[in-house]
């Protein structure tokens, strides 16, 4: 399985942008997808995921200005970025599990087993 993501660029504050994940070799039906992101000196934190079935769960800091979606007929995920932050920086990466996740796991790192290699996302102020 392959993920490769996109759509990252440079944006001022305010603005919006949409990250794209297209996968192959794998079906998007029954696995739990995820977006990490990553600022220099920082850790890995997840920022919104969809459980196998239901609706997106989202980090606290990008509720509201954030949605996640997909279209498992394409093998696509999304991630619209809207009103962003300077403190948004950061390489996003996507991420599934082909297996069943716990909700309280569906933002932790560990949960994933195939990665996209990151698409940078910088934010001006």
């Known amino acids: 399985v392959q993920l490769q993501a996109s759509g990252g660029g440079l944006v001022q504050a305010g603005g919006s942008l949409r990250l794209t994940c297209a996968t192959t070799g794998g079906s998007l039906d029954y696995v739990a997808v995820a977006w990490f992101r990553q600022a220099p000196g920082k850790e890995r934190e997840g920022v919104s995921c969809?459980?196998?079935?239901?609706?997106?769960i989202y980090l606290s800091s990008v509720k509201g200005r954030f949605t996640v979606s997909r279209d498992n007929a394409k093998n696509t995920m999304y991630l619209q970025m809207n009103n962003l932050k300077p403190e948004d920086t950061a390489v996003y990466f996507c991420a599934v599990r082909f297996t069943r996740i716990v909700l309280s796991m569906c933002l932790d790192p560990s949960s994933y087993n195939f990665w996209g290699q990151g698409t940078l996302v910088t934010v001006s102020s």
């Open positions: 969809i459980p196998t079935r239901g609706r997106g």
